[in-house]
């Protein structure tokens, strides 16, 4: 049921984030959509920082203390909200004196950036802790009503507020803000008991963990959450709209196979004598279902564009084609991580990671600077298919694939606010 509830409230999301951008797209210009989309692109890598692998911790520890799981969520959000405020705070000063993008364009949009990061770092942390209690159902829930507050509330900005860049971060604050208040009162105070006094003491008793989480979620988040931005720093405002456009598109997608390694942790908790059969099936049904979206947004990325708004066709023509084949090399990486944690070698898969990471960034600022948009995409897909390539080589002839001999307690889940 909770693994259900995981999967049904990740599609709703990125189904409902869908509607959202292509109803921005329609109503907004290019340049506040592809501003917009490096803001909130920032947005996410300060909530992975900030976090610091505390929601991971808590999927394996509040079953472990059950007695004491209000305590450690209370301790967890305290910690991952006040990292994240601090590197907001500094990004938005170093973003004042730098002045290159002017993505940080006043007073306002500073409040509802630092604001917007809290919020994530917050929904992070929480989140996990109700996968952790096997409340995944009140998790879905939150979901599915952020994305409907959020595009609730952008349909009607046209009305109330001239279309800005600001007022699409101000969509999502205040559809996080709102999301958590409903399912406190649908769920008559669930959620809020679920954050007790914090005990400090407590969760410093997990700081190495804590720390090998951490390392593996950002090596491998970390690039691609903030790929929009680079778009906009290697290239303008109205390329970053086009492109993400189709990036919202693939990261959708990347919801399956992303799932469905997910639910791997369950089901080799429930038999692991089947842990490779299991893998096996997982893997070849990410396969396929990555392979088929990349075929459709090769064969149809301009008409996709054009559906969004036809100005993004003349500004990005054929370009993102490309774009989709990245899925598959993800998909090894989804199922690489997986394998990471069943065999609790987090920290020393992380280096690889790491690697992997500088050289999608690499590939990518070398391919946007070379041949614009379209080498972007090509440098990007090149890097990611490197990565799945080599983690598929690794756990081909490697001689620890990570099965567990036993089951393992740590489950995970990755973020997801389209």
Same mark, same amino acid.
Do not use: H, Y
């Given at each position: 049921m909770n693994s259900g509830a995981l999967a049904i409230g990740a599609i709703a999301t990125a189904g409902l984030g869908f509607a959202y951008w292509w109803l921005a797209a329609r109503m907004f210009p290019p340049e506040a959509i592809g501003n917009a989309s490096a803001i909130l692109s920032v947005v996410g890598l300060m909530g992975l920082l900030g976090e610091a692998g505390l929601g991971t911790l808590l999927i394996g520890e509040i079953v472990r203390h059950p007695n004491k799981?209000? +305590?450690?969520?209370?301790?967890?959000?305290?910690?991952?909200? %006040?990292?994240? &405020?601090?590197?907001? $705070?500094?990004f938005v000063v170093v973003a004042h004196f730098a002045a290159s993008t002017n993505l940080i364009d006043g007073w306002l949009t500073g409040i509802l950036f630092v604001l917007g990061c809290g919020l994530t770092a917050f929904s992070?942390?929480?989140?996990?802790?109700?996968?952790?209690?096997?409340?995944?159902?009140?998790?879905?829930?939150?979901?599915?009503?952020?994305?409907?507050?959020?595009?609730?509330?952008?349909?009607?900005?046209?009305?109330?507020?001239?279309?800005?860049?600001? +007022?699409?971060?101000?969509?999502?604050?205040?559809?996080?803000? %709102?999301?958590? &208040?409903?399912?406190? $009162?649908?769920?008559n105070g669930r959620a809020r008991r679920l954050v007790g006094r914090p005990d400090f003491r407590l969760l410093h008793t997990f700081r190495r963990k804590v720390f090998d989480h951490y390392a593996l979620d950002v090596t491998l988040q970390a690039p691609g959450i903030i790929v929009p931005y680079l778009v906009l720093v290697l290239l303008s405002p109205a390329a970053t709209a086009a492109f993400a456009a189709l990036w919202m598109l693939v990261s959708t997608a990347s919801v399956i196979p992303a799932v469905l390694a997910t639910v791997l942790f369950p089901v080799v908790r429930a038999g692991p004598a089947k842990s490779r059969h299991h893998f096996l099936v997982s893997l070849s049904a990410s396969l396929s279902f990555s392979l088929a979206v990349a075929l459709?947004?090769?064969?149809c990325s301009e008409r996709i564009l054009e559906i969004f708004n036809p100005a993004y066709r003349e500004i990005a023509g054929s370009s993102l084609r490309l774009l989709g084949f990245s899925l598959i090399g993800s998909t090894f990486k989804f199922h690489a991580c997986t394998l990471a944690r069943l065999g609790d070698t987090m920290r020393r898969a992380s280096i690889p990671f790491a690697l992997g990471g500088l050289l999608e960034l690499g590939l990518l600022v070398l391919g946007a600077k070379?041949?614009?948009?379209?080498?972007?995409?090509?440098?990007?897909?090149?890097?990611?298919?490197?990565?799945?390539?080599?983690?598929?080589?690794?756990?081909?002839?490697?001689?620890n694939p990570g099965f567990p001999a036993e089951p393992t307690r740590d489950l995970t889940a990755p973020p997801l606010q389209i």
């Open positions: 799981g209000a +305590a450690l969520v209370g301790a967890a959000a305290s910690v991952g909200v %006040a990292l994240t &405020i601090g590197l907001a $705070l500094s992070m942390v929480v989140d996990q802790a109700f996968v952790g209690s096997l409340n995944s159902s009140i998790r879905m829930i939150q979901q599915v009503l952020f994305s409907v507050f959020k595009l609730m509330l952008i349909a009607a900005i046209p009305f109330v507020s001239r279309t800005s860049s600001t +007022a699409i971060l101000m969509t999502w604050v205040a559809g996080i803000l %709102a999301s958590w &208040i409903a399912v406190d $009162l649908m769920t459709f947004i090769f064969i070379l041949g614009g948009l379209q080498g972007l995409v090509i440098g990007w897909t090149v890097a990611v298919s490197i990565e799945g390539l080599c983690a598929a080589l690794i756990w081909a002839f490697g001689t």
